[in-house]
């Protein structure tokens, strides 16, 4: 159980354009092993005993609000993002009253299907603002980098700024955890991206400016070596099914 209160938002208003999905769904309601990926990220949050979730909706939102709420969770609380055709950052602007709750706060995208144990060791972990590395990461630009030098977070960007040093670097999974002070910058980050008509831009910049501003100490645990995949492109998706979610399943058995 988490030592304090925890508040989880899962980003789920894209589009996913880039899978086809057919009748327009959610990338959230992907079906693996006969569950949707929302239906098991809450599934695991409940497990881990964090109560509070805010779902940014956006495509799909009707369906999948309904999906959340047929499945037994009338606690998750939902907002649109109604311009969620814009980049990822409006979503996390979208959702900034859970971001100043107050809480230790959770960020979580929709579109990974990862073991539970991975999205535990995020939420136990001793360290205040903390992301997941995995070392293990394809050489290409669609992986969010996380770059280290002298064990400190020193640049987080799909194509890392060539003039910033680094010993080794590994490709985020999507989740982060941020103390209250951290969660409440980043959220004032957001609204600078807004006003600044910067609305297309993607959510792991704000973060990246957060990360890199000095105020507050990030580290990072490596989670190399567990199972996890985030589902963008339909060969991710063949992936998941056949690969990622049977080494879930032997874990979780």
Not at 11 to 27: F, H, M, N, Q
Not at 45 to 57: I, M, N, P
Not at 137 to 154: F, G, T
Request: proline share 6%; net charge negative; charged share 25%.
């Amino acid at each position: 159980m988490p030592r304090t209160e925890v508040h989880a938002i899962i980003l789920a208003a894209g589009v996913g354009s880039r899978l086809e999905l057919a009748d327009g769904l959610p990338k959230a309601l992907m079906e693996i092993g006969g569950q949707s990926l929302m239906a098991r990220q809450l599934q695991t949050l409940a497990r881990l005993h964090v109560s509070r979730v805010t779902v940014c909706l956006g495509h799909g939102a009707a369906a999948l609000e309904a999906a959340i709420q047929q499945g037994g969770h009338p606690a998750v609380h939902c907002v649109l993002n109604p311009d969620y055709r814009l980049g990822s950052v409006r979503s996390l602007w979208s959702v900034r009253a859970a971001l100043t709750s107050g809480a230790d706060i959770l960020v979580l995208d929709a579109d990974v299907l990862a073991c539970p144990s991975l999205l535990a060791r995020l939420v136990n972990s001793p360290l205040e603002n903390c992301l997941l590395l995995d070392r293990d990461y394809p050489p290409d630009d669609e992986a969010v980098k996380i770059c280290v030098r002298h064990n400190a977070v020193v640049e987080f960007r799909k194509r890392p700024d060539p003039a910033i040093a680094w010993d080794f670097a590994g490709e985020s999974v999507g989740y982060f955890k941020f103390a209250p002070a951290a969660a409440a910058a980043l959220a004032r980050l957001t609204e600078r991206y807004v006003t600044a008509g910067l609305s297309e831009e993607p959510h792991e910049e704000a973060i990246r400016d957060l990360l890199l501003c000095g105020d507050y100490s990030a580290g990072f645990e490596d989670i190399t070596g567990t199972p996890w995949i985030e589902i963008d492109f339909p060969a991710d998706l063949r992936r998941a099914r056949d690969e990622i979610w049977p080494k879930i399943s032997c874990e979780r058995h």
